[in-house]
């Protein structure tokens, strides 16, 4: 929704009030134009000089010259005026000891996400696994058990909004997802049955290894969720851009070591593309392997995001190293605007279909929503992002998509919750998925914006 309105009015006594001669004298000789006011002067002197000067070509050049440099004064003198006015209209910079300036919405956002989520936690007594805390795939729903993807991403809010009291345990959600967990080990999304998954696995075991789990205990399901994710073993998951992404994010917080990372973020940097649309730069579609689909923004982030934080844990080659730069720019040449609605940001539904290994000419149909302003926020917020723009020129581009990532980011809570509104008549209205990646794009993004205030010396 576009708001317009008048602009506020200039600050009353400011520099450019009209309330001295001095400006009264310079407002008036700017705006008579620089052309104008130069012309002027040379008409005044052409006509009082003396005819002594050795005749006309003197006059017109003294004229001619005089009238420049009023010209130029002008300029000067208006440009000066102009921007001592833009100084004045902005809001004075914090100093030491200054009364702090209200706060923003931000922690009431954060603090009505948690009260929410305290609010409908579920506690269930399950006869065979015993009693569990956490929540359902999405808040609200009934009957509403705990699942590992709802519990998982719970957890991981709470990790970051700090538990401010002891309303919630941590530990509790911990307990509960080793309680869910499979009786071969791993652990899946409601939908996928009695079979592990690596990306539901990965997902909980980043989890676990954010809040603590010892790196022993991982080490066995980080062990089977990696035996089985190969291409042999799970073909149309290592072709996935989306699942190939989550497993490298959740493996490399519970298992920063693995052998399997380097493997994994070379299958993303191979399955890059080129786009004839964007200057032939390197992006991503849904599939790492032909075909692979559109060039799209939300793959894309979701890439950029995971060969980032791959960098930091293990290095970088240079072929890594220009994929990721590549995928940056891509995002940066969005030609849609404006940009917290353009195309870039539109939300994507996918499935990823898998055989059953009980009934192989039977698949198991996985539907993945994506929050993809989310995406892409976070992507253009990897600490690479803002450099590659300042090197290449493209500091005001990078901006302008940030704000309108962050600004769509922001259009979806309500209180601190987000709603999913694509209108498919399913009843996940409210993911847990996706008001944990709307908090944390914008706690990113205040962390980003944040400035503190610099004491006098």
């Known amino acids: 929704m576009r708001t317009t309105g008048r602009p506020d009015p200039a600050p009353p006594g400011g520099p ?16 008579l134009g620089c052309a104008a006011a130069g012309y002027t002067v040379f008409q005044f002197l052409f006509q009082v000089l003396p005819s002594s000067l050795d005749g006309e070509p003197a006059k017109y050049l003294i004229a001619g010259i005089s009238g420049l440099g009023t010209g130029v004064a002008a300029w000067l003198a208006a440009a000066l005026l102009r921007a001592r006015a833009r100084s004045a209209a902005m809001p004075p910079a914090p100093t030491a000891g200054a009364r702090p300036q209200e706060p923003g919405p ?49 957890l991981h809010i709470m990790l970051d909004l700090g538990v401010p009291d002891g309303q919630l345990s941590t ?76 497993v490298l994010r959740g493996l490399l917080r519970a298992a920063p070591a693995s052998a399997v990372l380097p493997r994994l973020r070379e299958a993303i940097v191979d399955g890059a593309i080129s786009d004839p649309g964007r200057a032939h730069l390197r992006c991503w579609g849904y599939r790492l392997d032909p075909p692979h689909g559109p060039p799209s923004p939300l793959h894309t982030a979701q890439a950029v995001v995971a060969l980032d934080r791959t960098a930091r844990v293990l290095g970088e080659s240079a072929g890594a190293r220009a994929a990721r730069e590549d995928g940056v720019r891509w995002l940066l040449a969005c030609p849609d605007a404006p940009h917290h609605g353009c195309l870039d940001l539109e939300n994507l539904r996918e499935e990823v279909r898998r055989p059953r290994t009980d009934e192989p000419a039977r698949h198991e149909v996985l539907n993945v929503r994506h929050f993809t302003s989310s995406w892409v926020a976070r992507a253009l917020l990897t600490p690479a992002a803002r450099r590659i723009a300042e090197e290449d020129g493209l500091e005001a581009e990078w901006r302008e998509r940030l ?44 962390v980003w914006m944040y400035q503190p205030v610099q004491p006098d010396h």
């Open 16 to 31: 450019d009030d009209g309330g001295s001669p001095p400006a009264r004298f310079v407002g008036w000789l700017g705006g």
């Open 106 to 154: 931000l922690p009431g956002v954060f603090n009505a996400a948690y009260e929410t989520l305290v609010g409908q936690v579920t506690v269930v007594d399950d006869p065979g696994v015993g009693l569990l805390t956490g929540w359902p795939h999405s808040l609200g729903e009934s009957p509403s058990r705990p699942t590992p993807v709802g519990t998982a991403y719970g």
């Open 171 to 246: 530990g509790d959600l911990v307990d509960t997802l080793w309680r869910l967990r499979l009786p071969d080990g791993g652990w899946s999304a409601r939908s996928q049955g009695a079979e592990a998954r690596p990306e539901v696995t990965a997902l909980v075991l980043g989890a676990l290894a954010r809040a603590g789990a010892s790196r022993e205990r991982l080490a066995a399901e980080v062990a089977r969720c990696t035996a089985a994710f190969t291409p042999e073993l799970d073909r149309a998951g290592r072709e996935s851009t989306h699942v190939l992404t989550t």
């Open 403 to 446: 704000d309108g990532a962050v600004a769509a980011v922001w259009a979806g809570q309500t209180d601190g919750i987000w709603t999913w509104e694509r209108g498919d008549g399913t009843d996940l209205r409210k993911p847990i998925w996706m008001t944990y990646q709307g908090l944390c794009a914008l706690r990113a993004h205040a």
